[in-house]
């Protein structure tokens, strides 16, 4: 799982040098259907991803998007007659339920469909007009995490291309997204190292927690959300990823002593409300940490990306230290992530083709 981490900024400079050449179907795509309403069918790590990338992929896209569930959308829903477009999303291209609603869609044939899949040659790709390399090949760790941060790249990469060629990006500004993108992953490796130093300050409290949520908002409801995907699957205690308004409308009210709290705050106007909840939490419980880009509101149990970076891409590096976290907990529990469990699951729940 580390391996992985440490190969995400050598990942993300691959995608954004390729990128003209893997989203070229795509950009004619756009280019000749001009799709302003998408819907995108993902689910797990990939529903997460997408949810990171959605504000900016609306803001710079000027495209509505809205995130279905598989299964769901199979037995509940159908295509909305102001979709033009419908992207799958599995990073593995085995997920039975997306492949499942990606046939449902391509069935009918009057909608374009996009597969954003690693696995170019895996049984989801039938089933769409067009097929779009995520770009970080097969990942064999179950608990996916360079996968995350390139399915969250090569969005926003769509995202700018597809701004382009509906006019909502100049030249200038697609260059000038792309440059911003590039500057942000060379921070990664030092994100690695602040995270490592923070978890090793932190490991005795952080270890003990038997419960987290997770708090995030705006682009980071996706990056709260995946946080609380990757600690279920490797530090397997209850953890739950929330927006921030939705937090405070229940769900504070379990909040103990033993209750262990992580919010993502980000350079947003609503990161005083974020660092206001979190003052007022420090009242029940001692475990109130922080990941942040904000240089304001810093206290021990805060670790400070110290980045000035836009809320709208934050979330393109922010599920970072949550991934290590949930590593290092994992880890400093005695869990030995290498020994899988349930190993019967898929064959028996039919999960994945």
């Known amino acids: 799982m580390m391996t992985y981490i440490h190969e995400e900024p050598q990942v993300c400079r691959e995608i954004i040098h390729n990128a003209d050449n893997r989203l070229t179907v795509f950009k004619q795509l756009v280019q000749a259907k001009q799709p302003k309403t998408w819907l995108v069918l993902a689910t797990g790590s990939s529903a997460n991803a997408m949810q990171s990338a959605k504000y900016y992929m609306e803001k710079n ?8 569930e598989p299964f769901n959308f199979v037995h509940y829903e159908k295509v909305k007659p102001s979709i033009d477009f419908v992207l799958a999303v599995s990073q593995s291209g085995h997920s039975y339920s997306t492949i499942e609603a990606l046939k449902k869609v391509h069935a009918g044939g009057k909608v374009p469909t996009a597969v954003m899949t690693s696995n170019l040659d895996s049984p989801i790709t039938a089933y769409a007009n067009t097929v779009i390399d995520i770009g970080c090949g097969v990942e064999k760790v179950g608990f996916v995490t360079k996968g995350f941060t390139a399915t969250v790249l090569t969005s926003m990469l769509m ?3 597809a701004g382009a060629a509906f006019g909502t990006l100049s030249t200038e500004k697609v260059s000038l997204e792309i440059k911003k993108l590039s500057s942000l992953i060379e921070h990664i490796p030092t994100i690695i190292d602040q995270t490592e130093s923070f978890y090793t300050q932190h490991a005795t409290e952080l270890t003990a927690i038997p419960r987290f ?3 995030g908002y705006g682009p980071t409801v996706g990056t709260a959300k995946e946080g609380e995907t990757k ?11 929330f927006e921030l308004e939705a937090f405070m409308h229940g769900p504070y009210l379990e909040v103990n002593q033993s209750y262990g709290l992580i919010f993502i705050k980000t350079k947003s106007l609503l990161a005083d409300r974020a660092e206001m909840l979190k003052q007022y939490l420090n009242r029940y419980t001692p475990h109130c940490f922080s990941i942040s880009t904000d240089l304001n509101n810093v206290d021990e149990k805060t670790l400070n990306l110290e980045l000035d970076v836009d809320e709208w891409m934050s979330s393109l ?3 970072i230290p949550l991934q290590i976290l949930a590593y290092r907990i994992a880890s400093g529990r005695g869990i030995d992530l290498s020994i899988r469990i349930f190993d019967d699951f898929d064959k028996v729940l039919k999960s994945k083709v």
Request: aromatic share 8%; charged share 10%.
């Open 61 to 68: 896209a000027g495209v509505s998007i809205e995130i279905q």
């Open 159 to 161: 995202a700018i291309y």
């Open 213 to 215: 949520a997770i708090i």
């Open 231 to 241: 600690f279920t699957e490797t530090v397997r205690i209850p953890t739950q990823g």
């Open 317 to 319: 590096i922010l599920a």
